[in-house]
Nanobody
Framework: QVQLVESGGGLVQAGGSLRLSCAAS????????MGWFRQTPGKERDFVAT????????YYADSVKGRFTISRDSAKNTVYLQMNSLKPEDTAVYYC?????????????????WGQGTQDTVSS
């Protein structure tokens, strides 16, 4: 089976940075998108960012645009989320996801595989 494993979460002060990584194993995804979502208790899992296989197309949620950058290294089967200028409202469990159906994807239902999540906490 395909497995996605996130890493890089932790505690950071407001204004700081974190870099999340998501490593894929079990198969390769040659043509389709990967993405990042986040979820806080009592709320839905919300879209953060997505990237196509080549890395030439990206989309971001308005709440993170200009602060977060998604990238990928196909040789390492890894996708990254660089998070800068972090705010307390960015505190969440962050999940990476992969789709084998869509070139680019911003909705939960478009994704086929999910990581276990990593906790990011931004203090005031």
């Amino acid at each position: 089976q395909v497995q996605l494993v996130e890493s890089g979460g932790g505690l950071v002060q407001a204004g700081g940075s974190l870099r999340l990584s998501c490593a894929a194993s079990g198969r390769t995804f040659s043509s389709y998108a990967m993405g990042w979502f986040r979820q806080t208790p009592g709320k839905e899992r919300d879209f953060v960012a997505t990237i196509n296989w080549s890395g030439g197309i990206t989309y971001y949620a308005d709440s993170v645009k200009g602060r977060f950058t998604i990238s990928r290294d196909s040789a390492k089967n890894t996708v990254y989320l660089q998070m800068n200028s972090l705010k307390p409202e960015d505190t969440a469990v962050y999940y990476c996801a992969a789709t084998i159906r869509f070139t680019i994807a911003t909705m939960r239902a478009q994704y086929d595989y999910w990581g276990q999540g990593t906790q990011d906490t931004v203090s005031s």
